[in-house]
T-cell receptor
Framework: AQKVTQAQTEISVVEKEDVTLDCVYETRDTTYYLFWYKQPPSGELVFLIRRNSFDEQNEISGRYSWNFQKSTSSFNFTITASQVVDSAVYFCALSEGYNAGNMLTFGGGTRLMVKP | NAGVTQTPKFQVLKTGQSMTLQCAQDMNHEYMSWYRQDPGMGLRLIHYSVGAGITDQGEVPNGYNVSRSTTEDFPLRLLSAAPSQTSVYFC??????????????FGPGTRLTVL
């Protein structure tokens, strides 16, 4: 069965620091998808990124970057020059198979607190 | 588009009571899902539907019932509420289940407390 582990339950940084959120996954499928979602204090879930198992290229979007390494089954998320608005709970998630995009297995989440 | 809407936002029940959490989407999405969010456990899939008339169980289906009579609506029923069902419930929808390109849109959540 699939599993997602986010070992860091809570991280606190000072504004402008870089921070990396770890995500380790387990799956037996060769085709799978990894996701990151952000849950700000208001409670909604915001989609950040999707990555499929055949594409190990790292991705950068502004201050956000993602490092996917199949060798270590990890999909880590880095925020560069963090800002107070980045304070949120971040979830890593996994779906197995091509047509399972609506069946996500989530990690326990990492609460990021960015202090001014 | 209103996106995915959920009602109510908050609900308090007594053990043994029944209720229905409503979920609706106006994006003509075929796929809809219900998740519950508990501290430290992330979100867990309760039930999902791949189209009107078709539903299936997720990871934690016990104590919950669903049906999908229309494309727009996907209600979640608690037949006899228990304190273990105290949680935040999220409904989600996507156009298809294709993980390659499709994105799940989540509703704002319903916070349920069972006393």
């Amino acid at each position: 069965a699939q599993k997602v582990t986010q070992a860091q339950t809570e991280i606190s940084v000072v504004e402008k620091e870089d921070v990396t959120l770890d995500c380790v996954y387990e799956t037996r499928d060769t085709t799978y998808y990894l996701f990151w979602y952000k849950q700000p204090p208001s409670g909604e879930l915001v989609f950040l990124i999707r990555r499929n198992s055949f594409d190990e290229q790292n991705e950068i979007s502004g201050r956000y970057s993602w490092n996917f390494q199949k060798s270590t089954s990890s999909f880590n998320f880095t925020i560069t020059a963090s800002q107070v608005v980045d304070s949120a709970v971040y979830f890593c998630a996994l779906s197995e198979g091509y047509n399972a995009g609506n069946m996500l297995t989530f990690g326990g989440g990492t609460r990021l607190m960015v202090k001014p | 588009n209103a996106g995915v809407t959920q009602t109510p936002k908050f609900q308090v029940l007594k053990t043994g009571q029944s209720m229905t959490l409503q979920c609706a989407q106006d994006m003509n999405h075929e796929y809809m899902s219900w998740y519950r969010q508990d501290p430290g456990m992330g979100l867990r899939l309760i039930h999902y539907s791949v189209g009107a008339g078709i539903t299936d169980q997720g990871e934690v289906p016990n104590g919950y019932n669903v049906s999908r009579s229309t494309t727009e609506d996907f209600p979640l029923r608690l037949l006899s509420a228990a304190p273990s069902q105290t949680s935040v419930y999220f409904c989600a929808s996507s156009y298809s289940g294709t993980a390659t390109t499709d994105t799940q849109y989540f509703g704002p959540g319903t916070r349920l407390t069972v006393l």
